[in-house]
């Protein structure tokens, strides 16, 4: 059995130039939590710490979070909505977290796919993606019966044994989902989610990727690769410009997107 020793930390981030430490909790050990995904989250005066399963910790005395609660078998991505906890592994959970100790579980859903590695909410929707296997859409309005609402399979799986997605970010109603190449979909309609575009962005596989109204960056090894970014309506192609691959980051990149809407 793999056990990891782990502890959480308060750092203040006013001065970004000089973090200041607050507090620590005490160490804990944790079976399963290296084979598991890692993510920490803050809501209120409270930390949820993402392993293979969920433990919470009071931090209203910021010198010392101590923890308060543990759920089994509750890991993956974490996202807060309102008073709404998303667990996303390969499938999602739904808990209301108005009583942030005591979290109740509204519904879940069991994905169809597997090897879940990034997530991300629109609106009432949470958006899974899979190493290999694509993507898919749940419907959550309902939280006691969540449904997968949309799948998705990219049609090049067969030829990425690295995986195709890696990471994924949602700025509007676009999703940018990427690893082996960059694809963007058009989510406005979650029932129909259209895929809009496919860029090469050479023989580099990126691990992770953030997106701004006007920049895209993307993680490659030891660069940061940065595009200038933006898209019309007014035809369907695509352009691309890739920059010279630097130490830290790259400038002067852009993409653009040209794609058209169908009538009707």
């Known amino acids: 059995m793999c056990v990891e020793?782990?502890?959480?930390?308060?750092?203040?981030?006013?001065?970004?130039?000089?973090?200041?430490?607050?507090?620590?909790?005490?160490?804990?050990?944790?079976?399963?939590?290296?084979?598991?995904?890692?993510?920490?989250?803050?809501?209120?005066?409270?930390?949820?710490?993402?392993?293979?399963?969920?433990?919470?910790?009071?931090?209203?005395?910021?010198?010392?979070?101590?923890?308060?609660?543990?759920?089994?078998?509750?890991?993956?991505?974490?996202?807060?909505?309102?008073d709404f906890l998303y667990l996303v592994g390969n499938g999602v959970k739904i808990y209301n977290i108005a009583d942030p100790v005591h979290p109740l579980l509204y519904g879940e859903i069991q994905s169809t796919k597997n090897t879940s590695v990034s997530s991300g909410v629109y609106g009432n929707y949470v958006i899974n993606t899979f190493l290999e296997s694509g993507i898919q859409v749940y419907d959550c309005a309902d939280p006691f019966n969540p449904i997968i609402c949309w799948d998705y399979d990219f049609p090049e799986k067969n030829l990425a044994v690295e995986g195709i997605i890696h990471d994924i970010d949602i700025v509007g109603d676009r999703l940018f989902a990427g690893g082996r190449n960059l694809s963007i979909f058009d989510i406005s309609n979650p029932h129909k989610v259209k895929r809009i575009a496919g860029i090469d962005t050479g023989d580099q596989i990126f691990d992770r990727l953030t997106v701004t109204e006007t920049h895209l960056f993307l993680s490659i090894s030891d660069t940061i690769r940065t595009y200038t970014y933006f898209e019309n309506s007014v035809g369907l192609n695509l352009g691309l410009g890739l920059g010279i691959g630097l130490p830290v980051v790259v400038v002067g990149a852009s993409i653009l997107i040209l794609w058209k809407k169908k009538s009707g």
């Open 5 to 82: 020793r782990f502890l959480v930390a308060l750092v203040n981030m006013t001065d970004l130039t000089n973090p200041v430490l607050l507090g620590n909790s005490s160490k804990l050990s944790i079976p399963n939590m290296v084979e598991s995904p890692r993510q920490i989250i803050g809501y209120k005066n409270y930390a949820y710490v993402s392993s293979d399963d969920l433990l919470i910790f009071n931090c209203s005395n910021q010198s010392s979070p101590e923890q308060v609660a543990f759920v089994p078998s509750s890991g993956g991505g974490m996202h807060v909505i309102n």
